[in-house]
């Protein structure tokens, strides 16, 4: 969260952009190592159930989740382990979850990307295909009724999304009720194996705001300079009272769409092609030319970042899966309701 980035060190804002810009990367880092981990843990079978990457998606990611200030609400997707990590979920949840943890904020319940604390406004996410916006609607109108004032709340999708029923009804319930919704479609040109010539025909998913009555911009996903920028100004113009604020990105998923897909149907040209840039390698190289980081200190995070990792999933791995004898079924977030349950 950017607040937190921030208020960690009041400086003049160029210094306060270097800061930003540098949490950021951190945060890009740990999310790619994070998932370079899910994919070895599933290569050697420790992982039930699919794992799903954000490679090339760190940067837009990221920028939504340090954009946002503690009370807001987040809706993030598979692709958005650099995002969760940037809004405040651990290492620890993250692996967790995936290891089936009953620690894990889905007490081992839900695997892989179904995980979220929505008391905290981090909500699990219920299917990748547009459904997360209208809850993030409904989130939003509930502190209206509240006369909660000041917070906005972001969904991510990706382009496939944007041909659902889904995404037209809660963009334009968002619109009409002018809510302070914050919607990221990250256009990675290919919805599984679906490529955009079979997606859509406009010639931008920028035009379907225009039919909403929603605020557009278009950003390179692949520079973190730009998104922080573009997104940084969106989630702001929300927060204002702007109503609901659409961005698109172009980029490329540099993976399968899981890791158990090959992703041999991607156009090979595209890897070639600005939109196959690594936005990893273009934040860190950015971060070298402006001396904002030696290569050695670089080298050193990666090595911090590595041990994180390994002994979170080694402490992880000692933990106990959930008891089917013991478990509570009622739903975690709403079990303090049931009748005669006092946990929380
Ligand atoms: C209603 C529904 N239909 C199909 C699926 C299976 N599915 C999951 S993700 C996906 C493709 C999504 O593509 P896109 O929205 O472009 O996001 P990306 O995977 O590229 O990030 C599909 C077909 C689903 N989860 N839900």
Same mark, same amino acid.
């Given at each position: +969260?950017? /607040?937190?980035?921030?208020?960690?060190?009041?400086?003049?804002?160029?210094? #306060?952009?270097q800061d930003v810009h540098v949490a950021a990367y951190r945060f890009m880092l740990l999310a790619r190592l994070?998932?370079? &981990?899910?994919?070895?843990?599933?290569?050697?079978?420790?992982?039930?159930? =699919?794992?799903?990457?954000?490679?090339?998606? !760190?940067?837009?990611?990221?920028?939504?989740?340090?954009?946002?200030?503690?009370?807001?609400?987040?809706?993030?997707?598979?692709?958005?382990?650099?995002?969760?990590?940037a809004f405040g979920e651990t290492v620890l949840d993250a692996v967790r979850t995936y290891l089936g943890s009953?620690?894990? $904020? +889905?007490? =081992?319940?839900?695997?892989?990307?179904?995980?979220? &604390? $929505?008391?905290?406004?981090?909500?699990? +996410?219920?299917?990748?295909l547009g459904a997360m916006i209208s809850v993030v609607n409904g989130v939003l109108f509930a502190r209206r009724? &509240?006369?909660?004032?000041?917070?906005? @709340?972001?969904?991510?999708?990706?382009?496939?999304?944007?041909?659902?029923?889904?995404?037209?009804?809660?963009?334009?319930?968002?619109?009409?009720?002018?809510?302070?919704?914050?919607?990221?479609?990250?256009?990675?040109?290919?919805?599984?194996?679906?490529?955009?010539?079979? /997606?859509?025909?406009?010639?931008?998913?920028?035009?379907?705001? #225009? @039919?909403?009555?929603? !605020?557009?911009?278009?950003?390179?996903?692949?520079?973190?300079?730009?998104?922080?920028?573009?997104?940084?100004?969106?989630?702001?113009?929300?927060?204002?009272?702007?109503?609901?604020?659409?961005?698109?990105? %172009?980029?490329?998923?540099?993976?399968?769409?899981?890791?158990?897909? $090959?992703?041999?149907?991607?156009?090979?040209?595209?890897? %070639?092609?600005?939109?196959?840039?690594?936005?990893?390698?273009?934040?860190?190289?950015?971060?070298?030319? /402006?001396?904002?980081?030696? $290569?050695?200190?670089?080298?050193?995070?990666?090595?911090?970042?590595?041990?994180?990792?390994?002994?979170?999933?080694? /402490?992880?791995?000692?933990?106990?899966?959930?008891?089917?004898?013991?478990?509570?079924?009622?739903?975690?977030?709403?079990?303090?309701?049931? !009748?005669?349950?006092? !946990?929380?």
């Amino acid at each position: +969260m950017l /607040q937190t980035v921030l208020d960690a060190s009041p400086r003049t804002d160029a210094a #306060a952009a270097q800061d930003v810009h540098v949490a950021a990367y951190r945060f890009m880092l740990l999310a790619r190592l994070l998932d370079d &981990k899910f994919a070895a843990l599933y290569r050697a079978g420790k992982i039930h159930g =699919g794992v799903f990457l954000g490679r090339g998606q !760190e940067a837009l990611s990221v920028s939504v989740g340090i954009s946002l200030k503690k009370g807001d609400v987040f809706a993030p997707l598979i692709r958005d382990a650099a995002g969760r990590l940037a809004f405040g979920e651990t290492v620890l949840d993250a692996v967790r979850t995936y290891l089936g943890s009953s620690l894990g $904020p +889905m007490r =081992g319940r839900d695997g892989n990307v179904h995980r979220g &604390k $929505p008391q905290e406004g981090y909500l699990p +996410m219920v299917s990748h295909l547009g459904a997360m916006i209208s809850v993030v609607n409904g989130v939003l109108f509930a502190r209206r009724y &509240k006369k909660i004032s000041g917070t906005v @709340g972001a969904a991510c999708v990706g382009e496939g999304a944007t041909s659902t029923g889904a995404f037209h009804e809660a963009l334009n319930q968002a619109g009409v009720e002018k809510l302070p919704l914050i919607l990221i479609v990250a256009n990675n040109q290919y919805a599984y194996s679906t490529p955009t010539h079979f /997606q859509f025909a406009c010639d931008s998913l920028a035009d379907k705001a #225009a @039919g909403y009555g929603v !605020e557009v911009q278009t950003v390179d996903g692949t520079d973190l300079g730009a998104c922080l920028k573009v997104v940084g100004e969106a989630v702001a113009r929300a927060r204002r009272g702007g109503g609901p604020q659409l961005v698109v990105a %172009e980029l490329l998923r540099l993976c399968g769409h899981g890791e158990h897909d $090959p992703n041999d149907y991607i156009d090979p040209k595209l890897w %070639e092609s600005p939109l196959g840039r690594d936005c990893l390698k273009v934040a860190e190289e950015y971060l070298l030319r /402006q001396k904002w980081m030696a $290569p050695s200190r670089v080298a050193i995070l990666r090595n911090e970042i590595i041990r994180e990792i390994e002994e979170a999933v080694a /402490q992880v791995q000692r933990e106990p899966a959930p008891d089917p004898f013991v478990e509570q079924w009622h739903s975690i977030a709403t079990g303090h309701l049931n !009748e005669g349950n006092e !946990e929380r």
